[in-house]
């Protein structure tokens, strides 16, 4: 595992050691990005790695990793909500895993490429897909900006971004591109910056709330996480480890809420959570009731790292819960088309 590694992965040694790897595990990187979790569960243990990533240029990018890994690095190109059944093409792997982890949001790699859309530091085509080889690619940001109602344009951003302008920035996108549609990531984030204004000396730039939310609609995240927690649920062996690593508060909720469901601690249903069936047992134990976070000295080498929360759980001997994968208390905005 000598290659250079180009990105820096968030909390790992604390991931490292929530996984308890051991000689012999089959873990799941369900978010593969730029390998860093991979490389170092490889390089702890003699186990085997599943990588899974629905971005084609991840999975290509990994492949030296997989020569040098010593046939333990299995990639697979997939969304990993559907990690039940891409994992059940790897030949050898034994049809439960001992560990998953998840690295949620979008990668540091995504985000310094400026012809993927994702980021407004350096202008590029309006995009943001992380899946870009034709298949299930769908639609992009752009065609949302472009052909979004505008009341689905202010839901979004604010359910999605939390942007409390949400209202204002919709509006003057509407009327902007009625005269000229947008195309790019600098032109977006000028328009939203004129609608907000910025401090000086503010190192948030305004568009970040607007361009999260949109990020997260082209590719259905949240109802994506929901989907991908819940095959976890089913493909964790008992005693297996789940750990997932968050980068923004909604990401934070839906796991949280999620692993309150499944070992016992929500007490009740509510208007996002079904009642719960009495006689389910819970198919998970929390290893923290407060999530993890990055110390000082990790802050300082990598500023990214401000947001995220490591959350962890391990997997009991009962049954996979039959409800399925709810949203968790996220509110998912319908589209509708101008």
Not at 61 to 76: A, Q
Not at 84 to 98: N, T
Request: charged share 25%; proline share 5%.
């Amino acid at each position: 595992m000598s290659e250079a590694q180009p990105h820096i992965p968030v909390l790992l040694d604390e991931v490292c050691h929530a996984l308890q790897l051991a000689a012999g595990d089959w873990v799941i990187d369900a978010t593969f990005g730029a390998g860093g979790y991979s490389r170092a569960i490889l390089g702890r243990a003699d186990c085997h790695v599943i990588g899974l990533d629905r971005d084609p240029t991840a999975i290509a990018n990994g492949e030296r990793l997989v020569e040098t890994s010593g046939d333990r690095l299995h990639l697979v190109k997939t969304r990993f909500g559907d990690m039940g059944g891409a994992v059940a093409d790897v030949s050898a792997f034994p049809g439960r895993a001992d560990a998953i982890v998840f690295d949620l949001g979008v990668s540091s790699m995504q985000l310094d490429q400026a012809a993927r859309g994702f980021s407004f530091q350096a202008d590029g085509p309006l995009d943001m897909r992380m899946t870009q080889d034709g298949v299930g690619a769908g639609w992009s940001a752009a065609d949302l900006v472009n052909s979004g109602d505008e009341t689905t344009l202010a839901d979004l951003l604010f359910h999605y971004g939390e942007e409390r302008r949400s209202r204002a920035i919709a509006k003057a996108i509407v009327k902007r591109r009625a005269e000229t549609p947008f195309e790019t990531t600098g032109d977006l984030a000028g328009l939203v910056e004129r609608v907000l204004g910025r401090k000086r000396n503010d190192p948030k730039h305004p568009a970040t709330r607007t361009f999260q939310a949109l990020r997260i609609a082209v590719n259905d995240e949240f109802q994506e996480i929901a989907n991908g927690l819940a095959a976890a649920e089913a493909l964790l062996a008992p005693g297996g480890r789940l750990v997932v690593v968050t980068f923004h508060s909604i990401e934070d909720r839906i796991v949280k809420r999620f692993l309150a469901d499944r070992s016992g601690r929500t007490a009740g249903g509510s208007r996002h959570l079904p009642e719960k069936v009495e006689s389910e047992l819970p198919s998970f134990q929390l290893v923290n009731q407060r999530p993890l976070t990055p110390n000082d000295d990790e802050l300082a080498r990598n500023p990214r790292a401000r947001s995220a929360k490591l959350r962890a759980a391990v997997r009991t001997d009962a049954p996979a819960t039959a409800r399925g994968s709810e949203d968790y208390g996220v509110h998912i905005v319908p589209m509708t088309w101008a």
